[in-house]
């Protein structure tokens, strides 16, 4: 069994403890010695991660078995055709990637805490939601996905990890789980 600090990483945080340049970092909201983070959200994103002290768990978080969701706010009104596409696949950067399930939303999640700052608006230009899962990680994926298609991502939040959910944990909030393998 592996005990797991499951995380909401606020916005413009780096992913890792240290940081060279002053950014806000993983030192400044988890204080517990031992625990290294299964996988990365990029500094603009937000959500979901997962700590662990366990090398061998921390693997198997970030491979192919364990399926990773996203709540992302496009900007465009999308539409089922660019979401077929994101299943089908895409080629980026040299890599094939495809969405395992990608939908739209009827409206922003009541649920989702503002952003601070908040996203740029154009009034004149509509945003969507969707929600993306993927079976990768490779770096910025969703964001490269989505604006393959014409929807350039405003915002990103992971809001699962395998059978781990952010349920209603706040920006910067933290709490553990044991993984029993």
Known sequence: ???????????????QFTDTEGRNNLS??????????AGRL?????GLMLLTDHGPTQHLITGKKWHKTYLVQVEGKAVAKQLQQLRKGLLIKGHSVKALDAEILAKKPGWLWKRNPPIRQRKNIPTS??????????????RRMCAAVGLPVLRLIRTQIGDFKLGNLQPGELRHDKLIE
């Not at 939601?129 to 969703?142: A, H, M, P, Y």
């Open 1 to 15: 069994m592996s005990t797991l600090i499951l995380f909401n990483k606020p916005f413009r945080v780096l992913s």
């Open 28 to 37: 400044e909201y988890i204080n517990e010695a031992g625990f290294y983070a």
């Open 42 to 46: 990029d500094f603009d994103s937000e």
């Open 129 to 142: 939601w969707l929600n993306v899962t993927i079976n990768e990680g490779k770096n910025r994926q969703v």
